[in-house]
């Protein structure tokens, strides 16, 4: 026989010590398990004299059915704090300011972007080639034949294969256009290029943009209204232009593209060299010659070209002084673009 009353006291103070399942579970092996004091006296009741039998029986059986009632509340206890404390654990706070850590464009592609979005408004398509060139591209169908001393503007980098070399500038994409679409042709060609050249605003590798137009009753004032409009817009203010008569091979007449200097207004500065203004492209009328290299009848068709160098309009634009900030990749640099 066991007492009932110590049963039950013992098992409650023992239960309010329990903090785990794991700890639930033994206690309850302990006292209702198959052997548990609690089972083991129930199986023990007929062993009672009949006279108390009675009574003890119904006393372990309520002790019994008390045992499981706490055994069933600390586990349901313990789970609901269980899952608190997970949940607690997991919790995000979503309204905590997150300090992103977002990618940027890098400079020298807002402003490509910024030129394809201006020039392609207004009519003009993207057209590419190849950074590997065949010099015949690059030079000789463009008007500028071996010995010709214009190769000699453009350092260019040869490469050992006899015939190809890092093209020295976009024009050789209006080679390819002409050669492979018939007019009217509008487009641009944005894309790196390389020559031999290294100081604080020349790099070895560069970016240009490429215009082509090419129609009947195409004009020099369609030109000039083209790149007007282009840099006004660009520049988002209106800069005055002046074309400054120039020499192209492949271009006739030629003229070189000046800005007022967008740092100083005019008035002279280190960047535009004290002289108010700012060569910003190179342009002129296709050369008759030009056309006829890719099969174009120069009777029929006229077209005007133009050439920029992206570097040169992102330092202008965005206040940059140094070329090589934009191919040194420095965190703190591009950082500013977001
Ligand atoms: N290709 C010339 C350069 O790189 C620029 C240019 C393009 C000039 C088209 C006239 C017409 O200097």
């Known amino acids: 026989m066991i007492d009932t009353e110590e049963i039950r006291l013992s098992l409650e103070k023992e239960l309010s010590k329990v903090e785990s399942l794991q700890e639930l579970q033994e206690l309850k092996a302990k006292y209702i398990g198959k052997k548990g004091i609690i089972s083991l006296a129930i199986g023990d009741i007929k062993k009672v004299p009949l006279e108390k039998r009675r009574e003890y029986g119904s006393a372990v059986n309520s ?177 005055p232009v002046r074309f400054r008569a120039s020499y192209f091979p492949f271009t006739e007449p030629s003229a070189e593209v000046d800005i007022g200097c967008v740092i100083c207004g005019g008035e002279g500065c280190r960047v535009c060299k004290h002289t108010g203004w700012l060569e910003v492209m190179g342009c002129g009328m296709v050369h008759p010659q030009v056309l006829e290299n890719c099969h174009i009848d120069p009777e029929v068709y006229q077209g005007f070209a133009f050439g920029m160098g992206v570097e040169r309009l992102a330092m202008l634009y965005f206040g940059i002084d140094n070329i090589k900030l934009f191919f040194e990749n420095d965190l703190r640099f591009l950082r500013q673009f977001v």
């Open 63 to 239: 002790l019994k059915e008390y045992a499981e009632k706490l055994f069933k509340e600390k586990e349901e206890e313990i789970r609901k704090r269980e899952l608190q404390e997970r949940l607690l654990k997991e919790w995000v706070d979503l309204s905590i300011p997150l300090e992103p850590k977002i990618g940027a464009y890098h400079p020298i592609s807002l402003t490509i972007q910024r030129v394809k979005d201006i020039l392609t408004s207004m009519g003009f398509s993207v057209a590419e080639g190849p950074e590997i060139e065949l010099e015949a591209y690059n030079f000789d169908l463009l008007n500028i034949p071996k010995e010709h001393p214009a190769r000699d503007m453009q350092d260019t980098f040869y490469i050992n294969r006899e015939g190809y070399l890092l093209r020295t500038h976009t024009s050789p994409v209006q080679i390819r256009v002409m050669l492979s679409q018939k007019p009217p042709i509008y487009v641009i060609a944005p894309g790196r290029v390389y020559r031999r050249d290294d100081d604080p605003t020349h790099s070895p590798m560069f970016h240009q943009v490429e215009g082509l137009a090419v129609d009947k009753h195409i004009s020099f004032k369609h030109m000039k209204y083209t790149i007007e409009t282009f840099l006004r817009e660009f520049f988002e203010v209106h800069v």
